[in-house]
C-alpha cells in the first residue's frame, strides 16, 4: 500500500465584522504565546496564510462576477448585510432571491433565509420578505417561504412583548459567542461568564465580529488591547 495522505487543508476566512479585516492573515500570525516559544518552534507549526473573504469590503457586483448560486450569493449577502441594515439588503437582493429554483436546496436556503432574517434583523426585515420578495416569487418557491414566516409570525404574536423577543435574541447570542470563546480559549472562566451576561446585544454582537482578531479573552470582552 502507498503511504498514508492527508487531506488538503486551506484556510478559509470569511469575516462580516464591523470594520475591514486588520488582524494577520496566517494561522501563525493569529495564534497566541510567547514570541520567543512560537519562533523556536516554528519549524513544527502549520503556518498557513489565510484564504480571506472579506465581506465588509465586498460590494454586491463583486459577489455576482463569483459565478455563485444563488443560494450561496444570498447567504454571503445576509451575512454580509446583518452588519448594516438587513431589511435593505434583503430588498437589494429581490433578484437573488427570483433566481432560486424549485430544487430542494433552494427551498431550504429560502426557508434558512427567513429563519436568519427573523432571527438578526426581526420583524422589518421579515415584513420585506413576506411584503415583497413572496408576492414575485413561483408557487413552490413562496410556499418553501411562507411556511416558516408564517410560523414566525405566529410566535412573534404569542410572544407578545417586543421586549421577550429582545431578550431571546441575546441569550442567543451569548450562547454564540460562549462558544467561539470555549473553542478558541477553553471554557470560559466564572467572570468572563458573569460579563456575557451582564453585555448588551451591540456589545456580544461587537464580540462575534472581533473573535478572530482577539488574542485574549479580556481582548474579545473589550477589557484589554
Not at 115 to 142: F, H, K, M, N, S
Request: glycine share 8%; charged share 25%.
Amino acid at each position: 500500500r502507498g503511504a498514508p495522505s492527508l487531506p488538503l487543508v486551506v484556510p478559509v476566512v470569511v469575516f462580516n465584522g464591523a470594520r475591514p479585516w486588520t488582524a494577520p492573515r496566517t494561522l501563525g500570525g493569529l495564534q497566541a504565546g510567547d514570541p520567543a516559544v512560537k519562533a523556536r518552534l516554528s519549524p513544527h507549526l502549520f503556518d498557513g496564510a489565510l484564504l480571506l473573504d472579506d465581506l465588509s469590503v465586498t460590494v454586491d457586483e463583486a459577489l455576482t462576477r463569483r459565478g455563485l448560486t444563488p443560494a450561496a450569493e444570498l447567504s454571503l449577502r445576509l451575512l454580509r448585510d446583518a452588519r448594516r441594515d438587513l431589511a435593505a439588503g434583503v430588498r437589494a437582493a429581490r433578484q437573488v432571491f427570483l433566481a432560486l429554483d424549485d430544487s430542494p436546496a433552494s427551498e431550504d436556503a429560502l426557508a434558512a433565509a427567513v429563519r436568519y432574517c427573523e432571527a438578526v434583523g426581526g420583524r422589518d426585515t421579515l415584513a420585506v420578505i413576506v411584503d415583497e420578495i413572496a408576492p414575485a416569487l413561483g408557487a413552490e418557491q413562496r410556499e418553501a417561504l411562507m411556511k416558516p414566516s408564517e410560523v414566525l409570525w405566529a410566535r412573534g404574536r404569542e410572544e407578545g412583548r417586543e421586549e421577550g423577543r429582545e431578550e431571546g435574541r441575546r441569550e442567543g447570542l451569548v450562547q454564540a459567542v460562549r462558544n467561539l470563546i470555549r473553542l478558541k480559549f477553553g471554557d470560559p472562566s466564572p467572570a468572563t461568564e458573569a460579563a456575557l451576561q451582564a453585555a448588551s446585544v451591540d456589545a456580544l454582537s461587537d464580540m462575534l465580529g472581533r473573535v478572530l482578531e482577539a488574542q485574549t479573552v479580556a481582548e474579545l470582552l473589550g477589557d484589554g488591547p
